[in-house]
């Protein structure tokens, strides 16, 4: 399996690396979230079965590298840091990151964890997710692609960040416009109220609950489509497509 190990300290990379080739891994470094984003292109030659990502980056946060990560390819994500408090876990876990290693970690361990994502079936492309099951919030890990999208009488116009209703443009704040795209991507989908929460405001859910909810208000209200945006009690938002 090839490898791609994120991670800006030198001297703990060529630890690591060292013993991942003794068990048999062709292991690639990259230094930077920039870095890394560019082996993960295409063009740069074969597939990476693994990202082990460090999350305290010199050009940007592990979690932002995560999840733009997450929205170009379904490549497992191993979270590999020493922030072990819970709500990295979790925040970093909802971004779309398959595992979560906290150091100092046991070397067998982690290599048990690398081969169980190794194993598991890959994503078709354009379906990754953060979740396991689209009842449950599938796709809040993906940013919509560029573009347009329209939903009944809802234009949503995703480079110039413009919303039409009937013709009619609406000014929406950056945050509500972040929450339509998310939820507009998936129509129908339930997503969980934390995923929303690590995808558009970047954190996790202790705290910021009632921030979503003035926001979901909010947008139904612009949108003057209150069905437009469904809770789920319990569980999240989703949104319904309205008839023209």
């Not at 354009?126 to 993906?142: C, F, I, K, L, V």
């Not at 995703?158 to 416009?177: H, N, Q, W, Y």
């Not at 947008?219 to 209150?226: C, D, F, G, V």
Request: with cysteine; glycine share 10%; charged share 25%.
């Amino acid at each position: 399996m090839r490898l791609l190990l994120v991670e800006d300290d030198d001297r703990v990379a060529a630890a690591l690396s060292a013993v991942l080739a003794k068990h048999g891994f062709d292991v690639t470094h990259a230094r930077s979230g920039e870095e890394a984003l560019r082996a993960l292109l295409p063009a740069q030659g074969p597939s990476y079965g693994c990202v082990l990502l460090d999350l305290g980056l010199p050009d940007q946060d592990g979690f932002e590298v995560c999840s733009r990560i997450r929205r170009r390819t379904s490549t497992p994500v191993i979270m590999v840091t020493a922030r072990a408090d819970v709500r990295s876990r979790i925040h970093g876990l909802n971004l779309g990151a398959d595992d979560y290693v906290v150091k100092p970690y046991d070397t067998g361990e982690l290599l048990a964890r690398i081969h169980a994502v190794g194993r598991r079936p890959p994503l078709r492309p354009g379906t990754e997710s953060a979740a396991p099951a689209p009842a449950d919030g599938a796709g809040a890990g993906e940013r919509p692609p560029a573009g347009s999208l329209q939903l009944g009488p809802v234009d949503i116009e995703l480079p110039t960040r413009r919303v039409m209703v009937s013709g009619e443009p609406i000014a929406l704040t950056r945050k509500e416009f972040d929450l339509l795209a998310l939820l507009a991507q998936r129509p129908g989908v339930v997503f969980r109220r934390e995923q929303i929460i690590s995808e558009v405001w970047r954190t996790s859910w202790e705290g910021t609950g009632r921030t979503l909810e003035v926001h979901v208000a909010s947008l139904r209200a612009k949108l003057r489509m209150p069905s437009m945006i469904e809770t789920v009690r319990g569980v999240g938002y989703r949104l319904v497509v309205p008839a023209v």
